[in-house]
């Protein structure tokens, strides 16, 4: 049976949890990245990292113009941060990969907080 953006985002955070609760803050966006894979496959979910998002300007096509950390079960775009504060470029940025790739649902994820559930943004398209 196929998830929904919904369930696939309780198991994505559930792994960030667990994540953030045995490694802690302060480590590179990097770790945090290849771990969070490693949990998510290990639960059978598929996982694309470092995706290239193309989109169009003016008739020309750039393959390579933005790339989303994560899009899991080719419905939800994490993007992994591990910084002092979110900023609202972060969460805009995230808007406009689900704009240009039409998924729904996007998590913003910073693993430098002291609690996790301080790092979560969820980012919505019309879902």
């Not at 771990?35 to 598929?46: A, D, N, Q, R």
Request: proline fraction near 2%; aromatic fraction near 8%.
């Amino acid at each position: 049976m196929e998830k929904v953006e919904n369930e696939i985002a309780t198991l994505i955070l559930n792994k960030a949890f667990l994540i953030h609760r045995e490694l802690g803050p302060g480590l590179l966006e990097s770790i945090y990245e290849r771990v969070l894979i490693h949990e998510l496959k290990k639960s059978g979910l598929k996982v694309a990292s470092q995706v290239f998002i193309p989109f169009k300007w003016d008739n020309i096509t750039f393959e390579n113009g933005y790339r989303a950390d994560l899009i899991v079960e080719e419905k939800v775009i994490v993007e992994i941060k591990s910084v002092q504060v979110l900023a609202p470029v972060h969460a805009k940025q995230l808007m406009t990969y689900l704009r240009l790739t039409k998924l729904k649902l996007g998590l913003l994820l910073n693993f430098n907080e002291a609690l996790m559930k301080d790092g979560i943004k969820r980012v919505v398209n019309n879902l």
